[in-house]
């Protein structure tokens, strides 16, 4: 029977549904089979190309903490169960297990003591090497033009500039971050130099060149400038207003804003703007921070057989130029708020039972037994903890702009950077009763800090009337600390200690009873005691370089005094914040230290600043300096710029830098 017309074209729909049906039932089937006969071109979890590429290689720096294996044999039958549990093969922690059973006594009050028989299994201590680098650069060199009626000066002369007062900046250090390898033969001798080199340092002759330089006890304490302060300055209170606007702002916002509906209320959207006219060239933030903590190796009494040594040092160098040339004007009056520089530094040691330990019991007569058995940890070779953080921050921000109000309401932000390096740091370790070292006991930190900031700003044009131009207000602060909790005084070697340290330098595993039960152990029932045989390491050294250019043009183009008639106009050039932020804080034990052979502890502050406020925006003052920072730009960055990437044509043709219209941050 024939079918009428609409229930044929509801068959053929059918049809041509269950068509592609059974097409896609076959495309699924033949993809499966296609993946299983050729299999993926890379497998991400076995088949990556660049897994284990980057690790060092091994045995270059030698830690003294081998890797030793467990048994890899089957547990014999009957052995405990627990046996069965211990991981197999190289493990993640340094360990060694021992064999032959071992019978341990524990006194137990009231029941005499208690025996424990089976293998003897110890952890060794962690040594800790850290090598960090970050760099962040910044080519943020913005152009806006209107009609190209303003005659800029290229930015590459700024950039000049600025690369010749980081090499200053780098002559006016007092020392060079230290550094060893290896190759540079023992970890003691490479330190000695450094020591050497501060005996007598040779300061900086430069005319406008203000340094201090404290050391020993002189260094102890909080100091500004080189003035001893009771406590150190709080850096959201330096920051400057604008800045510091931002800030109250920020914290001022809802925690759950309601989101508008967009009609019973007005959202202006991300592109909304404050009333008035705003041009912001400024208010970049740079900022360099590390903070180094250690809870790490120590004892209440340690004994070397060699020498101990004992240097802490801040190195801070800050460099300003900052002068800006603004129109004269009826009031209000450009506003040329002064800049600060700071060099801020703390050196502090501190006793560790201050920290709060009323939990702990004294010592009382019934507490005055000496220790009925002791274990020794012995390792090979030296036990160290280094790191090594260095932080370099390069940003120029040179901006040429022309100025033209054409709606109610403008905000005109081609500054306002943000740019960061940040690393913090945690090194654990384990605490002993007693520590016996075969070498020397070395403990090094050293901070070193250097701030260039280059602000040369210059507004021309027709300013409108009433405009308020802010301009300088910047922050260039660097704050160091170094912290130790846990005060080393000290003694001299007893003689069984001496004869202590012969003995297990000669192969020995244990030690004699007149050391273990020295009166220093009184109170103790048991003694863990950690043998180096090389030398105990403990550095940290910290690195931190930041460079700022933010040298602004703007131009105010004619004949616009009528559109912004009445309106706020505001101009913001400089308010930037250029910050290196550094904290070494150790964390110990009140120790009595007996050393055999030398001991030198010495503490050092240097800082250093030259602040030129009077130079013309173009820098001519400056212009005879050498110019080696260009190591901190790449080769293509000082080639010649065509002209088509400015569109209209400026006085200028050539530009070092590449325009960074969106304020992407390159690092």
């Known amino acids: 029977m024939a079918l009428d017309r609409i229930s044929e074209e509801i068959s053929h729909f059918i049809g041509l549904f269950h068509l592609e049906i059974e097409a896609a039932k076959l495309r699924l089937d033949y993809q499966a089979f296609k993946v299983l006969r050729d299999g993926p071109v890379l497998d991400p979890l076995r088949d990556d190309p660049f897994s284990g590429r980057s690790e060092l290689p091994k045995g270059q720096v030698k830690t003294g903490v081998d890797n030793p294996k467990f048994p890899t044999d089957a547990p014999a039958a009957g052995s405990a169960p627990v046996a069965a549990l211990l991981p197999q093969g190289p493990q993640a922690f340094p360990a060694k297990l021992h ?6 006594t524990f006194p137990v009050p009231g029941l005499g003591g208690l025996t424990i028989t089976g293998p003897s299994f110890e952890i060794m201590p962690n040594a800790i090497v850290l090598v960090i680098q970050q760099s962040a650069f910044l080519s943020d060199n913005d152009l806006l033009l209107f009609d190209g009626s303003a005659a800029f000066t290229d ?18 250090s007092l020392i060079d971050p230290w550094i060893w390898s290896p190759a540079d033969g023992p970890v003691y001798e490479s330190v000695m130099k450094m020591v050497e080199a501060l005996e007598q340092p040779d300061l900086p002759q430069q005319d406008g060149v203000d340094t201090v330089l404290l050391r020993g006890e002189e260094a102890e304490g909080i100091f500004v400038n080189g003035e001893k302060v009771d406590e150190l300055p709080l850096i959201k209170d330096l920051l400057p207003k604008f800045l510091r606007e931002e800030e109250t702002e920020e914290d001022n916002l809802p925690a759950l804003a309601a989101r508008s509906d967009g009609v019973t209320d007005h959202d202006p959207g991300p592109f909304g703007v404050d009333p008035g006219h705003h041009v912001v060239t400024g208010g970049n933030r740079v900022i360099n921070e590390t903070v180094l903590k250690s809870v790490w190796v120590d004892a209440p009494v340690i004994a070397v057989a060699q020498n101990v040594l004992r240097l802490d040092v801040i190195s801070q160098v800050n460099i300003r130029m900052d002068a800006s040339d603004l129109p004269d004007q009826a009031p209000p009056a450009p506003s040329t708020s002064p800049s600060t520089s700071m060099n801020v530094a703390m050196l502090e040691q501190k006793s560790a039972m201050a920290e709060g330990r009323a939990g702990q019991p004294d010592k009382t007569a019934a507490q005055d037994g000496l220790p009925s058995f002791w274990n020794v940890t012995r390792l090979e070779g030296d036990l160290m903890l280094m790191n090594w953080v260095q932080q370099h921050i390069f940003v120029s921000d040179y901006d040429r702009v022309e100025v033209q109000f054409t709606g109610a309401a403008t905000y005109i932000g081609t500054g306002e950077n943000m740019v960061f390096n940040e690393t913090l740091l945690l090194n654990l370790g384990f605490h002993y009763d007693l ?10 930190n050293q901070i ?6 280059l602000d040369q700003d210059r507004i021309t044009g027709d300013v409108p009337e009433g405009a308020t131009l802010h301009a300088g207000d910047n922050l260039q602060l660097n704050m160091a600390v170094i912290s130790t909790t ?3 005084s000290q003694a001299d070697q007893k003689d069984h200690f001496a004869k202590a340290l012969e003995d297990l330098k000669a192969g020995g595993n244990t030690l004699s009873a007149d050391v273990a039960k020295d009166e220093m152990f009184a ?8 043998y180096i045989e090389g030398d105990l390491i403990q550095t940290s050294v910290i690195e931190q370089v930041n460079y700022l250019g933010d040298s602004d043009q703007i131009h105010f183009i004619q004949d616009m005094i009528s559109t912004a008639e009445g309106a706020e106009v505001t101009v913001t050039s400089g308010s930037n914040a250029q910050i290196n932020a550094a904290t070494i804080a150790s964390s110990g034990l009140e120790s009595t230290v007996m050393a055999a052979g030398d001991t ?3 503490a050092l502050i240097y800082q250093a600043e030259l602040i030129d406020d009077d130079a013309a925006p173009t820098g001519v003052q400056m212009g005879a300096l050498a110019s080696e920072a260009v190591v901190f730009l790449a080769d293509d960055m000082i080639a010649p710029t065509p002209d088509e990437e400015y569109g209209a044509p400026v006085q200028s043709q050539d530009n070092a830098c590449s325009v960074d219209i969106m304020q992407t941050m390159l690092a």
């Open 99 to 104: 064999a032959d059973p071992v019978e341990i």
């Open 155 to 172: 930015p590459a002369v700024f950039l000049t500039l600025l690369m010749d007062l980081g090499e200053l900046a780098q002559s006016l």
């Open 435 to 444: 520590i016996m070292i075969g070498g020397s006991m070395i403990t090094l």
């Open 448 to 453: 070193s800090q250097i701030n260039v900031m």
């Open 486 to 488: 846990g005060v080393d």
């Open 523 to 530: 109170g103790k029932e048991m003694l863990s005691i950690l």
């Open 600 to 602: 030198y502890s010495d």
